[in-house]
């Protein structure tokens, strides 16, 4: 009774006397001397700490340090005393769940606001005065917390609903505490936080990758293959780790640098559980995949490079395999390490992509194009690796390029306004200034040029591996053909000839798109599969067939398909002749000379539609047209005019 009501006087009274017998040892000896007993003071306080309630001794201890409203402050001694006598309960087994359980208060999730969580998170990392270093102090609570942490992981995977209203509270405080811990000593975290939560998955790498990451080594039994365990991680363990990463990546407000801490280590063997998930359906397998999703999100672009690069070329010392439960248990290879998983169908391609897409525009060019670079170079580096497999998504690719090209173009035609406005004095300034890197972009440099080559490659791939394309992506690819042909006359001889070509295959893929629709009678389906089998052929690399594609269309041309020359659709005939103009700008001459030939037949057919669009390429009207762009359009109608004869006359306004 005495205890429970006046427990803050018991303490503050021998604390006092405690204080007294270090400091005046005399003055309390006279106060003894009438005195039957010799007051231990010291031994009183702890007394009061091993047989008080907790909760009061944490109630009066607080209220000693903090002080009483318009009373002076505390005498240092005082709060420094309370501290250490705080500290040995916490310290001691249960004390910080008993903390916790005291600050929270029976407190709901709902009122816990992320300035009372900081609050509580100081004042549990706050290290006494009388501890040698934080390390000291850290080791007497992390065992406590990480056995707080396990506890509701346990109930969690048990899916009973919260034995009180502050058990969720009692959750995200625990997993916030940690959590800032781990940012706030992440040497220290890494060994004593992280190696023993990620320890399941860890088992997943060689022992010289698990040092390489800088985890403790396990000490495992040296046994022969044959007599190691099979079994290196528990559908238990297994679900545990997942869960408490869950509780700690999700479960409060994500942050990257615990991304890089907690999930980046065992990314490998992470995205190992999510892609046999795929195949096997596992419970956990939405919760993986949020996992990863989260992290490339919040990561830097570097680190997501490298996750990529380890996910796809570092090899495993397990494999996955089903669990006598129905989840999945990590299992020791029989066989040498093979590469890690390779399914980047689904998941790989899709959030790479997608991070590479939302990139920032922050920074530099030089910053901007290294990025791009590094991109364009991994997913090459995946096609080599994996196959061609994972062009099998354009829709995402298709956005990244148009990004570049668009970038591309606004620099092409800033260049081109400042050349043209004076082209002379600006050549002058130059070099009289003789500073030309001072304005160099990025389409005047190496890597520059580098980058819109890797562009045009990776868009040629998806062409080929994607013989289809649903409305969403034939619409972006509807855009990247608009931004192709606005680079057409860029100054670069390494460029000109892909583009062109490039060019010449987008617009196949889009004429052959538009006319896949059913024909109405059998007489134009026929037609219709000829201009689709023309197209298709003009769509592949090698030569002769293009060719053959060529003469497929000028055999249509010149025997007036009806199909091709329906007067409701004259978009084919005008998709025909672009394609045509393109083809007489490829450097090979048994394409280039079939397109002449093909252009001849076409004005011989449409000549008032299809002469003057020629011509103007001819007289260069619109300035773009190179010198051998012209000539081999005027090879076409000269071919038209010798074979016009007396009809010549009748066309004369058209040539002229």
Request: charged share 20%; aromatic share 6%.
């Amino acid at each position: 009774m005495l205890l429970s009501r006046y427990l803050i006087d018991l303490y503050a009274s021998a604390l006092q006397l405690d204080y007294l017998t270090k400091t005046q040892p005399d003055l309390l000896r006279s106060a003894e001397a009438g005195l039957a007993t010799t007051i231990d003071a010291a031994a009183l306080v702890d007394y009061l700490v091993q047989h008080a309630d907790v909760f009061r001794s944490l109630e009066s201890l607080t209220a000693l340090i903090s002080g009483r409203p318009n009373h002076p402050a505390p005498p240092p001694w005082l709060r420094r005393d309370c501290s250490q006598h705080l500290t040995s309960i916490v310290t001691k087994p249960g004390g910080i769940s008993i903390l916790l359980s005291f600050m929270l208060d029976g407190m709901d999730a709902a009122d816990l606001t992320a300035a009372k969580l900081e609050n509580i998170t100081r004042l549990t990392l706050a290290v006494p005065s009388h501890f040698t270093s934080p390390v000291a102090y850290y080791q007497s609570i992390v065992p406590q917390l990480l056995g707080l942490l396990d506890d509701i992981i346990g109930q969690s995977l048990k899916g009973s609903a919260p034995a009180s209203a502050s058990a969720a509270a009692l959750s995200q405080t625990v997993t916030f505490i940690l959590s800032r811990l781990i940012q706030k000593m992440p040497k220290y975290a890494r060994v004593h936080i992280a190696a023993p939560i990620l320890a399941p998955l860890l088992r997943y790498y060689p022992v010289s990758r698990i040092a390489v990451l800088g985890f403790p080594v396990p000490v495992e039994p040296d046994l022969p293959a044959s007599l190691a365990p099979s079994k290196l991680a528990s559908e238990n363990e297994i679900a545990r780790t997942i869960e408490a990463l869950r509780l700690l990546l999700l479960n409060n407000d994500p942050a990257s640098s615990l991304f890089e801490r907690l999930l980046f280590p065992v990314v490998e063997s992470v995205y190992a559980l999510y892609e046999f998930g795929q195949r096997s359906s596992i419970t956990a397998n939405p919760v993986i995949l949020e996992l990863l999703l989260s992290f490339f999100r919040l990561v830097d672009t570097a680190t997501a490079q490298l996750a990529f690069k380890r996910i796809v070329f570092t090899e495993g010392n397990a494999e996955c395999a089903p669990g006598p439960h129905g989840s999945v248990e990590l299992r020791r290879k029989s066989s040498p390490a093979e590469t890690a998983p390779t399914d980047f169908n689904q998941f790989g391609l899709d959030s790479f992509i997608q991070a590479a897409v939302d990139l920032p525009t922050s920074g530099d060019d030089t910053q901007r194009l290294g990025t791009n670079l590094a991109v364009m170079h991994l997913i090459s580096l995946l096609m080599d690796k994996l196959g061609p497999t994972i062009l099998k998504r354009p829709g995402q690719i298709l956005e990244f390029a148009n990004g570049i090209l668009e970038r591309w173009i606004q620099e092409y035609e800033t260049a081109s306004a400042t050349r043209s406005s004076n082209p002379l004095l600006a050549e002058i300034r130059r070099l009289a200034v003789e500073e030309p890197s001072s304005t160099t972009t990025t389409a005047d440099s190496a890597g520059g040029i580098e980058e819109l080559l890797l562009v045009l490659n990776l868009l040629a791939a998806v062409l080929v591996e994607n013989k289809s394309l649903d409305s969403a992506d034939a619409q972006l690819l509807g855009v990247t053909s608009h931004h192709l042909k606005a680079l057409t006359n860029i100054p670069h001889p390494l460029i000109q000839g892909t583009l062109a070509d490039l060019i010449v295959k987008v617009d196949a893929r889009q004429a052959r798109q538009t006319t896949a629709g059913p024909a109405d009678q059998d007489s134009q389906r026929l037609s219709r599969d000829r201009y689709q089998q023309a197209l298709e052929a003009l769509e592949d690399d090698i030569v002769p067939i293009r060719a053959h594609g060529l003469s497929i269309l000028r055999d249509m041309i010149l025997t007036r398909d009806p199909w091709l020359n329906d007067s409701n659709h004259p978009g084919r005939l005008n998709q025909v002749f672009d394609l045509f103009v393109q083809l007489i700008k490829n450097e090979d001459s048994y394409l280039y000379l079939n397109a002449i030939k093909c252009l001849a037949a076409l004005t011989d057919s449409q000549g008032p539609v299809f002469i003057p669009k020629l011509t103007s390429i001819y007289t260069n009207a619109r300035g773009v047209s190179t010198l051998d762009h012209r000539l081999r359009a005027g090879e076409a109608l000269l071919q038209t005019v010798q074979r016009c004869g007396e009809a010549l006359p009748k066309y004369v306004n058209l040539l002229v």
